[in-house]
């Protein structure tokens, strides 16, 4: 009887304070208990399992999915937001797990390269803003020539920047540039090198995957793709990353002899530790798969489709 006696008063305690939402204090009161022996009965509520929380977080990820693609692409670290019965194509949810887990990389770090896009962009706006005044974000690559949309490459920095209250530097330059000579001298002027000096210093690199259909919406380089990429059949490009050309292999179609684009080199760009891509478009899965294989990145974040159709696409 006592034992019966005892499991109501946890009920009840438990209902007050879990569902009722009284304070301890209040259930003190209540019951004529003390403090300390209130928190006691709620961990034995837990204990004894008339308790049961369950937190339903709107970021749960899909483990089986991260340790499947880990499977298929050892060395790369993976983050796929799960579906969930509501939101199984959310694309704000998907932004906000996104900035999430990126503002969680950034942490510790201290210069940021940022590439461009709509995708780079929702992510920057769903940052938590936050002080870190020492942080720098830098592009490492010329601007993509959207200069109308809040995407391009130029404003992508100073907003992330705001997003910290920290440090940003910009390149005054194109993401190409035909002649070589140009080029070369263009980096050494000096409203550019300090920007190239600090590129080469990142720690991280923050990117999606684009297209040649994308490239080409640009009128800066619509009419100039042959001289960009000379020798390449637009069949072969599976992606673009880092501004250039690549294959379903991993391979990018564009030496170092022939490369137009401006900024750091893609050697340079591939010694930098981190290297995290955010893609929620399966669509994209064969262009992820591909840089993937080409250990293009080190990190990627997915939502659960684009994540399916990656590993179909490896069978």
Known sequence: MAEQTNTDLLINIAQD?????????????????????ISKYLDEALAKNIVSITIRSPFARSQELEKQLSISYPSHRFYVLANTEKNSN????????????????????????LSWGDTVYN??????????????????????????SLAGSMRMVQKAANKYNSQY?????????????????????????????????????????????????????????????????????????YGRPFDQDGHFLIDSSADKTFGISIDDILKVPI?????????????????????????????????????????
Do not use: C
């Open 17 to 37: 304070f879990y569902i009722n939402q009284l304070t301890i204090a209040d259930i003190s009161t209540k019951y004529q208990v003390s403090r300390y022996k």
């Open 90 to 113: 959310d694309a704000d949810r998907f932004y906000a797990f996104a900035a999430q887990n990126v503002q969680s990389l950034i942490e510790p770090l201290k210069i940021i390269g």
């Open 123 to 148: 992510v920057i706006e769903r940052f938590k803003p936050t002080t870190k005044e020492q942080l720098i974000f830098t592009q490492f690559m010329g601007e993509n020539g959207k200069y109308n």
């Open 169 to 241: 530097s910009t390149l005054n330059a194109p993401l190409y540039i035909l002649n070589d000579q140009v080029r070369q001298l263009l980096a050494l002027e000096p409203a550019i090198q300090p920007t190239l000096t600090t590129a080469h210093q990142m720690d991280l690199i923050l990117t999606t995957l684009g297209t040649m259909e994308s490239l080409e919406s640009i009128p800066s380089w619509h009419d100039s793709l042959a001289a960009l990429f000379p020798n390449i059949k637009v069949k072969q490009v599976v992606g673009l990353l």
């Open 275 to 315: 290297r995290v891509a955010v893609v929620n478009n399966k669509f994209k899965s064969y262009a992820v798969a591909a840089a993937l294989r080409g250990n293009f990145l080190t990190d990627v974040i997915l939502d659960e489709p684009t994540a399916t159709k990656i590993l179909a696409s490896n069978v």
